[in-house]
């Protein structure tokens, strides 16, 4: 007896951890870290974070997978006033940039690339830590998952309070794969069955 039918079922690892010198895959999504100022937290959390007009690696969003060095940001900003945001992210195509003035340094994203990459102790003078720099061309691709406040218990359970709010950006889900969405999903309808289906369902079969 013969079967024909068409489908695909997937396993999705979507938490990503790597030392933090080692380099980021194309495609993959990984937890990384933002440091950042109270009130600029909550714009974060109910709006999405927004590109920067410039900085070391051009325009975009600067995060890390070093929680250390989120824990450093805003520089010269009071302990009671930093909040580090945990965030998941879709790298998309990367490019390494590991040297100053690098040929690319400020023209990555022009050339087909999504995010930058800083290795750590990688020598650049713009990075004096030596810790790793990610910098992500499109905010969309960003997606907060909880807030740390060291300092003040009763600023970071609000943090979280807003994080779970049903209307902030990060809730967003897919209708058909119900997966948070970080862009857009591609949803159509299936070439051999005709239902309607998103590529990143765990599960579709069609006989």
């Not at 490019?95 to 690319?104: E, F, G, L, V, Y």
Request: one cysteine or more; hydrophobic letters at 30%; proline letters at 6%.
């Amino acid at each position: 007896m013969s079967l024909d039918f068409s489908g695909w079922e997937v396993r999705y690892d979507d938490d990503h951890h790597l030392d933090t010198n080692q380099e980021p895959q194309s495609g993959r999504i990984y937890t990384m870290y933002h440091g950042t100022r109270v009130q600029t937290a909550r714009m974060i959390i109910q709006n999405g974070f927004q590109q920067s007009n410039d900085g070391m690696l051009g325009p975009g969003v600067y995060i890390s997978r070093d929680k250390k060095k989120a824990q450093r940001y805003p520089l010269s900003t009071a302990l009671n006033d930093k909040v580090v945001l945990k965030l998941k992210v879709n790298v998309g195509k990367v490019k390494k940039i590991d040297q100053d003035n690098h040929p690319m340094q400020k023209t990555w994203h022009s050339q087909g690339y999504d995010t930058a990459w800083v290795p750590p102790k990688c020598g650049m003078k713009a990075v004096p830590s030596g810790l790793e720099e990610d910098c992500v061309w499109d905010p969309k691709r960003i997606e907060v998952v909880d807030a740390e406040h060291e300092a003040d218990a009763t600023i970071q359970a609000e943090l979280k309070a807003l994080l779970k709010k049903p209307n902030n950006l990060n809730s967003a889900a897919c209708p058909i794969c119900k997966r948070k969405m970080n862009l857009p999903h591609q949803i159509q309808a299936c070439w051999q069955c005709g239902k309607t289906v998103c590529p990143f369902m765990v599960k579709h079969v069609c006989r």
